[in-house]
């Protein structure tokens, strides 16, 4: 069995877009998703940076260089003028076009961005993708080393870019050495594996007793998809249980599921099954087996329940 920990997560920065989670190594050009200030590749201290500030650096550079190539033609013009008509209509002309062109790229630089930053991203997947492979080395090293908390950190990061069954699993493993809390960011649905897997199913129970609501359409399909698998398990029918209680959590869970909690009515708490009465009964032509199994279900453990009466 394993020796769980109390730990506590270091938090997951939201970001708006992806990208906003990779930073680039000015020294070397890898990149990475991970926090520390070290470079992955070349060691170097402090060579990272963001792919927003290198876009902003890039667009800043080839506006000046631009905005030069134009000051150069008005000085040419300006140069080249034969008498002073011409010098003055140049300068006019020259002044007039450099001004435009530096307020056109000054209201623009936004969206030139942008479109700089689409282009880095294109242009260097593959070297990103290396630079992420190299992160999850980083996160298999503290598995093996057994980190699980360091490993499992990563792992979350890095999974906010690329997603795949292993890291899935890996990150399933590292979450059976920590001690659950209700206060704690846990997921649930990102970690679902592709096929059937124990811890996955020992995990969700810890979870459910905690944050039933994170059980969500994609967690009950993979439970009722395992669910012969999880019946063999010591405690599978109480996570069947509990899978059906937090499905009773959402109003509109009751339509695809009704099957499944059917099968699961005589062994739902009372206040599940209260919430449970309380969506058939709006709606009691829709579940016509399932409001004869509620109404044994009342009959057999809360006949004399107040809450319970007059519901039919
Ligand atoms: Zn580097």
Redesign the pocket.
């Known amino acids: 069995m394993n020796v769980k920990s109390a730990v506590h997560f270091r938090r997951l920065p939201r970001k708006r877009y992806k990208f906003e989670r990779i930073r680039f190594?000015?020294?070397?050009?890898?990149y990475t998703t991970l926090w520390g200030d070290s470079?992955?590749?070349?060691?170097?201290k402090s060579?990272?940076t963001g792919l927003r500030d290198v876009a902003h650096a890039l667009n800043k550079r080839l506006s000046r260089s631009s905005l030069m190539w134009v000051g150069v033609l008005v000085s040419i013009a300006v140069f080249t003028a034969r008498n002073l008509t011409e010098l003055i209509i140049a300068l006019v002309i020259g002044i007039s076009f450099l001004l435009g062109y530096a307020y056109i790229i000054r209201q623009f630089s936004s969206d030139v961005e942008q479109y700089r930053l689409q282009k880095i991203l294109h242009k260097e997947t593959d070297i990103i993708l290396v630079g992420l492979h190299k992160d999850l080395e980083q996160a298999e090293i503290d598995l093996q080393a057994s980190r699980y908390k360091d490993a499992y950190e990563k792992l979350r990061e890095i999974s906010q870019l690329i997603d795949n069954n292993a890291l899935r699993l890996n990150k399933i493993k590292c979450l059976q050495h920590f001690i659950l809390r209700k206060d704690m960011e846990l997921e649930l649905s990102s970690l679902l594996p592709d096929t059937f897997d124990k811890n996955f199913t020992s995990y969700l129970l810890d979870v459910i007793r905690l944050q039933p609501q994170l059980v969500n359409r994609a967690v009950i399909e993979y439970v009722i998809l395992y669910k012969e698998q999880i019946l063999l398990l010591p405690y599978g029918r109480e996570l069947l249980v509990h899978v059906a209680s937090s499905a009773m959590l959402v109003k509109g869970y009751l339509l695809p599921f009704h099957n499944f909690i059917h099968y699961l009515v005589p062994e739902l708490h009372r206040e599940s099954l209260l919430r449970l009465c309380r969506q058939i009964t709006a709606e009691p032509e829709k579940y016509p087996e399932l409001v004869i199994r509620v109404k044994n279900a009342i009959k057999l453990k809360y006949e004399y329940d107040p809450e319970f009466q007059g519901l039919f």
């Open positions: 190594c000015r020294r070397c050009g890898s470079c992955l590749s070349c060691q170097h060579t990272y």
